[in-house]
């Protein structure tokens, strides 16, 4: 069994910074993309940020620039660091990776999801 365990969300004023982890436990073989998702109440679930096992990453236009996606294969970690945050970044972040459990079963995992809210 896998777990996403996501923390560091909160309420912070707009230009403010918040840093996201994702830690993934359980039966881990190895771990791919790792990602970052946000939605937003009305929205669709939107990719803000990914980064593949050897460390390529992509961004999302809206936050490029401003958010940096960072992982620790050690700690199977991934981390968003947010800076300039924006009104219109307030919603639900959720955290997917894609693990396999052994050589060769494969699948995507979800977290449970952070609230980030960013006040005008």
């Known amino acids: 069994q896998v777990q996403l365990v996501e923390s560091g969300g909160g309420l912070v004023q707009a230009g403010g910074s918040l840093r996201l982890s994702c830690a993934a436990s359980?039966?881990?073989?190895?771990?791919?993309?790792m990602g970052w998702y946000r939605q937003a109440p009305g929205n669709q679930r939107e990719l803000v940020a990914a980064?593949?096992?050897?460390?390529?990453?992509n961004y999302a236009d809206s936050v490029k620039g401003r958010f940096t996606i960072s992982r620790d294969n050690a700690k199977n970690t991934v981390y968003l660091q947010m800076n300039s945050l924006k009104p219109e970044d307030t919603a639900v972040y959720y955290c997917?990776?894609?693990?396999?459990?052994?050589?060769?079963?494969?699948?995507?995992?979800w977290g449970q999801g952070t609230q980030v809210t960013v006040s005008s």
């Open positions: 997917k990776a894609n693990i396999k459990t052994t050589a060769w079963v494969m699948q995507d995992y």
């Open positions: 359980g039966s881990i073989f190895s771990i791919n993309a």
């Open positions: 980064i593949t096992s050897g460390g390529s990453t």
